[in-house]
């Protein structure tokens, strides 16, 4: 008895999927690392501009931001994610800071409800909300910019 031809259609599907779940995890963990240089590159200049060129806050919060997201997309494009859904590279950054804007909105919700709904401690609240936002971030970037075009 050998292998009937759905039994090949099954082995390439398998195929195909353990390849896909293969670059989802090795694009997981690459963007987790990328994620956290940009973090330092936000809260360090933000700390930078707040604590020594006495900059007011909201500046220093957004210049933080804006820098990590510039590093953020400069190192995602070239360590994590090699195919790209746009063929426009400026609306791909544009999408991409859209998708960091509504992280950082999915995070202030989960924390809230981390915090405010479920009576969790403040630092657990925003340590949950920062692995939910994460997960957006990078499922948000990873299906509207970052796959095969359909």
Request: glycine residues 12%; positive net charge; aromatic residues 14%.
């Amino acid at each position: 008895p050998g292998s009937d031809a759905g039994d090949l259609t099954g082995m390439v599907g398998a195929r195909r999927l353990n390849a896909a779940l293969f670059t989802l995890f090795q694009e997981s963990w690459k963007y987790l690392l990328v994620s956290l240089v940009a973090l330092g590159v936000d809260t360090g200049i933000n700390f930078v501009l707040k604590y020594q060129a006495g900059a007011p806050w909201p500046l220093a919060v957004a210049a933080g931001f804006v820098a990590g997201v510039l590093v953020n997309y400069g190192l995602s494009i070239r360590f994590v994610f090699h195919e790209h859904r746009l063929g426009n590279r400026a609306m791909e950054f544009l999408g991409f800071l859209a998708i960091g804007i509504l992280g950082l909105l999915v995070k202030e919700a989960a924390t809230w409800a981390a915090f405010k709904g479920l009576g969790l401690d403040y630092r657990i609240a925003t340590g949950a909300a920062v692995g939910v936002a994460f997960v957006f971030n990078f499922g948000a970037r990873k299906v509207l910019l970052f796959s095969a075009r359909t």
